[in-house]
T-cell receptor
Framework: AQTVTQSQPEMSVQEAETVTLSCTYD???????LFWYKQPPSRQMILVIR??????QNATENRFSVNFQKAAKSFSLKISDSQLGDAAMYFC??????????????FGTGTLLAVQP | ETGVTQSPTHLIKTRGQQVTLRCSSQ?????VSWYQQALGQGPQFIFQYYREEENGRGNFPPRFSGLQFPNYSSELNVNALELDDSALYLCASSPPTGGADTQYFGPGTRLTVL
């Protein structure tokens, strides 16, 4: 069974600084998708960034980028120039590419990010 | 284009009761998934509906059931409520093209079981 592990329950960063959130996963599949979701206090889960496993190039979305290490099964999120609005719970999630309920997301336990002014 | 909506926002029930939660998917999306998020945890997949049929289920007992309607809106029904069913229930919809398409989440329903 696939699992997702986030070993940092809480992180803190100064405004305008850079922070990296860690995520590891376990799967026997060769093709899959990885995601980072943000959940602010409003509870709405918002997609931050996604990575297709077959792509070697790391995904980037403005101030957000990932370091995808397929062999190590590691998928970290880097937030550059942190802003107060980045404060939220961040979840790493895995989704297989084929077979069955392919929309099934497997989430980690989350990392609560605080941004200090 | 409207986003995913859920109702009600909050709900309080007692043990043994039954509850129905509702989700309206984003326009054009024909797949709906439901998740249970206990306090301090990541969401757990309950099941997925595609074209009005369940086509994937997580590790939840049969007292968790669902429906999807022709307009792709969906219901989650929970019978014989237990205290551990207290959680945030999220639904997510996605378009029919598959692949790495984004799932769009609703704001959730907070269920409290007393």
């Amino acid at each position: 069974a696939q699992t997702v592990t986030q070993s940092q329950p809480e992180m803190s960063v100064q405004e305008a600084e850079t922070v990296t959130l860690s995520c590891t996963y376990d799967t026997s599949e060769s093709d899959y998708y990885l995601f980072w979701y943000k959940q602010p206090p409003s509870r709405q889960m918002i997609l931050v960034i996604r990575q297709e496993a077959y792509k070697q190039q790391n995904a980037t979305e403005n101030r957000f980028s990932v370091n995808f290490q397929k062999a190590a099964k590691s998928f970290s999120l880097k937030i550059s120039d942190s802003q107060l609005g980045d404060a939220a719970m961040y979840f790493c999630a895995y989704r297989k590419a084929y077979g069955g309920a392919t929309n099934k997301l497997i989430f980690g336990t989350g990392t609560l990010l605080a941004v200090q002014p | 284009e409207t986003g995913v909506t859920q109702s009600p926002t909050h709900l309080i029930k007692t043990r043994g009761q039954q509850v129905t939660l509702r989700c309206s998917s984003q326009s054009g999306h024909n797949t709906v998934s439901w998740y249970q998020q206990a306090l301090g945890q990541g969401p757990q997949f309950i099941f997925q509906y595609y074209r009005e049929e369940e086509n994937g289920r997580g590790n939840f007992p049969p007292r968790f059931s669902g429906l999807q309607f022709p307009n792709y809106s969906s219901e989650l029904n929970v019978n014989a409520l237990e205290l551990d069913d207290s959680a945030l229930y999220l639904c997510a919809s996605s378009p029919p093209t598959g692949g790495a398409d984004t799932q769009y989440f609703g704001p959730g329903t907070r269920l409290t079981v007393l």
